[in-house]
């Protein structure tokens, strides 16, 4: 069995600011850190693994310095690490993205098949949740959003049971193999790194592919040239500069809090008391 873990560098979310002027994320001084929602997707895998044998590919598209993402997931257990990097991917969007990664994911199963592939759910930095989605379009994967457990996995009929969350409860899904899956956050915890594939990690020499080697040809798909989306400002949210109310009780008794509290709510919300009446009715 053959997986492909897909992953990103992003920024620290804790730490980004914007520009005051040009409104553009400031990423300088900003520690970069591995996707968290890649993480989930990369135990789930790792869990795949260590029940059924086989080996886990990551891939990330990214500058250089990417390469430091890679070896931490090698550190968790990942067999190998390919870095798709060139300049012509500079300015790509989550179209012209998901085609390079669909590219370079056909190059990799020219070595050797790939049975699955894991992305995840979305990007702490673009929140768009579209790349997983496309990499499977592109490759006429089955696609599996949202995926909250796999139930069950057969390999030699090549079959998939999972349980996704959806809208109002729960779906349990079978389809075949290949698949592309996105798994759901806090479905699982990221294992620590034993400090033989520490070492392994370190040691590990990445593969790097431009966009020749990730076997794209056409430089109109990829970059700013294949990129349609147009990011008109960015702007970060405006600090709550409301200070905290404090509200007086005649008694720490459950019955007044609770009283003195409703009170306090439909005052400030007339109509409130209207709306909930209204909804019991329905």
Not at 107 to 117: N, P, R, S, T
Not at 136 to 164: F, G, H, M, P
Not at 179 to 199: D, P, V
């Amino acid at each position: 069995m053959h997986i492909v873990v897909c992953i990103k560098q992003v920024p620290d979310s804790a730490q980004i600011r914007v520009h005051p002027v040009t409104n553009t994320i400031m990423r300088h001084g900003v520690p970069a850190i591995v996707n968290p929602y890649d993480l989930f997707s990369l135990e789930e895998a790792l869990k795949l693994k260590d029940q059924f044998g086989g080996r886990i590919t990551v891939l990330t598209m990214g500058p250089p310095q990417a390469e430091a993402a890679l070896r931490k997931c090698i550190s968790f257990g990942a067999d190998d690490a390919i870095l798709v990097t060139d300049r012509a991917f500079a300015g790509a969007d989550t179209l012209a993205t998901s085609y390079a990664l669909a590219a370079a994911i056909e190059q990799i199963g020219k070595e050797l098949a790939v049975d699955m592939v894991f992305a995840g759910k979305q990007t702490i930095d673009g929140d768009t949740a579209q790349v997983g989605p496309g990499i499977a379009k592109r490759l006429d994967l089955q696609l599996l959003t949202y995926v909250s457990k796999i139930e069950s996995l057969d390999i030699t009929r090549r079959q998939i049971v999972i349980q996704r969350r959806a809208e109002g409860g729960v779906q349990v899904l079978q389809t075949k193999l290949p698949a592309l899956i996105t798994m759901l956050e806090g479905t699982n915890e990221m294992r620590f790194a034993t400090m033989e594939n520490m070492f392994r990690a370190a040691r590990h020499k990445i593969r790097i592919w431009d966009r020749v080697a990730a076997g794209i040809d056409d430089v109109g798909k990829i970059g700013l040239k294949g990129s349609p989306t147009v990011v008109s400002k960015v702007f970060a949210p405006k600090p709550n500069a409301r200070s905290a109310e404090i509200i007086e009780c005649e008694s720490g008794e459950p019955r007044d809090l609770a009283l003195t509290l409703t009170g306090k709510l439909f005052t400030q919300h007339p109509k409130l008391g209207e709306a909930i009446v209204k909804q019991a009715a329905a």
